[in-house]
């Protein structure tokens, strides 16, 4: 049988460190589809509009199948979607592109804050599934994990050292309940005293290979002494921020079981058929 030859790919800035394609192309392997993930690599200055405009217009054509974007092209490309799911409207930034196959529209969808969400799960103890949750990052990733901490009823600081960035972020939330999302400077203010923190999530690319040694932990603050610690970066598997984390007795995770889910959804858009959850994770642990 003549089966099609699937075409998906990541939108990007350097992608010399992504793990996308090995998830993806292995998943579909094991489904035994015939298909590539490709890489396109699109610098931030002249032409990129040109050319995220050319990527989107491949989708509608169906040309390609689907698509995720990352750094620095997730919020930048918003404009030249037909269409934004409800998550990635509150959020304002997109990492999986698909057509609606009904209305024929190309739509943007975030799925980083539902597969943080599902991942964060196996690091709460029942009975911790909301209270104050201190967000390290203002950038792409923090707002998808602010959006999904906030949706789920949790309070949320978002210390970044861009303090305008972490403003912007809280004011972006837009329907919370006033108080729900305050901002906070990382390299100016303390850490408000009488505040107990359950969770602390680390949403800046400190750490992140080549930087292994960086934390985004301020040197003057003290590590709470109950909270869990999300870091989203893996890679290493190990940052400096949890190593730290852990000698103070805190539980912590990384991020490879965000990324694992955060593919197996963008799949599910393009397939419409059950992510190889299993594989897609042995993949990553291997690679
Ligand atoms: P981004 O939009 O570029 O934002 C990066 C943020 O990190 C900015 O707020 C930046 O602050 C801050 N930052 C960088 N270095 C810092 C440092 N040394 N100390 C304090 N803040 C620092 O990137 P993103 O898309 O949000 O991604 C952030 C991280 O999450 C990356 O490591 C990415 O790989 C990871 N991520 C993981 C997953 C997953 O599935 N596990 C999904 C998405 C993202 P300035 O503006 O001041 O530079």
Same mark, same amino acid.
């Given at each position: 049988?003549?089966?099609?030859?699937?075409?998906?790919?990541?939108?990007? !800035?350097?992608?010399?460190? =992504? !793990?996308?394609?090995?998830?993806?192309?292995?998943?579909?392997?094991?489904?035994?589809?015939?298909?590539?993930?490709?890489?396109?690599?699109?610098?931030? /200055?002249?032409?990129?509009?040109?050319?995220?405009?050319?990527?989107?217009?491949?989708?509608?054509?169906? /040309?390609?199948?689907?698509?995720?974007?990352?750094?620095?092209?997730?919020?930048?490309?918003?404009?030249?979607?037909?269409?934004? +799911?409800?998550?990635?409207?509150?959020?304002?930034?997109?990492?999986?592109?698909?057509?609606?196959?009904?209305?024929?529209?190309?739509?943007?969808?975030? =799925?980083?804050?539902?597969?943080?969400? =599902?991942?964060?799960?196996?690091?709460?103890?029942?009975?911790?599934?909301?209270? =104050?949750?201190?967000?390290?990052?203002?950038?792409?990733?923090?707002?998808?994990?602010? !959006?999904?901490?906030?949706?789920?009823?949790?309070?949320?600081?978002?210390?970044?050292?861009? @303090?305008?960035? $972490?403003?912007?972020?809280?004011?972006? *939330?837009?329907?919370?309940?006033?108080?729900?999302?305050?901002?906070? +400077?990382?390299?100016?203010?303390?850490?408000? /005293?009488?505040? #107990?923190?359950?969770?602390?999530?680390?949403?800046?690319?400190?750490?992140?290979?080549?930087?292994?040694?960086?934390?985004?932990? #301020?040197?003057?603050?003290?590590?709470?002494?109950?909270? $869990?610690?999300?870091?989203?970066? !893996?890679?290493?598997?190990?940052?400096? @921020?949890?190593?730290?984390?852990?000698?103070?007795?805190?539980?912590?995770?990384?991020?490879?079981?965000?990324?694992?889910?955060?593919?197996?959804?963008?799949? /599910?858009?393009? *397939?419409?058929?059950?992510? #190889?959850?299993?594989?897609?994770?042995? $993949?990553?642990?291997?690679?």
């Amino acid at each position: 049988m003549n089966t099609p030859n699937i075409q998906l790919g990541l939108i990007g !800035y350097p992608l010399e460190h =992504t !793990y996308s394609k090995l998830l993806h192309e292995q998943a579909l392997q094991s489904l035994g589809y015939r298909g590539q993930y490709k890489l396109w690599e699109i610098p931030p /200055e002249k032409n990129a509009a040109k050319q995220l405009k050319a990527r989107i217009s491949a989708v509608r054509k169906g /040309e390609v199948r689907g698509m995720n974007v990352t750094i620095p092209h997730k919020k930048r490309i918003v404009p030249y979607l037909d269409t934004l +799911s409800e998550s990635a409207k509150g959020i304002g930034a997109v990492n999986t592109i698909y057509q609606n196959q009904e209305k024929g529209l190309v739509v943007g969808e975030n =799925t980083d804050a539902p597969a943080f969400w =599902t991942d964060l799960q196996s690091l709460l103890k029942t009975g911790e599934k909301t209270g =104050t949750a201190l967000v390290l990052g203002a950038g792409g990733a923090a707002r998808a994990v602010c !959006y999904q901490l906030i949706k789920k009823g949790w309070l949320v600081l978002v210390a970044a050292r861009n @303090f305008t960035q $972490a403003e912007e972020l809280t004011r972006d *939330m837009g329907t919370v309940p006033e108080g729900q999302a305050s901002p906070l +400077s990382l390299l100016e203010d303390d850490l408000p /005293e009488g505040e #107990p923190l359950q969770l602390v999530v680390n949403a800046t690319s400190a750490g992140m290979h080549p930087e292994v040694n960086q934390s985004p932990w #301020p040197a003057g603050w003290q590590l709470p002494s109950h909270a $869990a610690v999300y870091d989203l970066v !893996y890679n290493p598997p190990l940052t400096a @921020f949890n190593k730290q984390a852990m000698e103070a007795g805190l539980k912590t995770k990384n991020g490879l079981g965000m990324l694992v889910e955060q593919a197996a959804l963008a799949f /599910e858009y393009w *397939m419409d058929c059950p992510a #190889p959850r299993e594989i897609m994770k042995r $993949a990553v642990q291997k690679g």
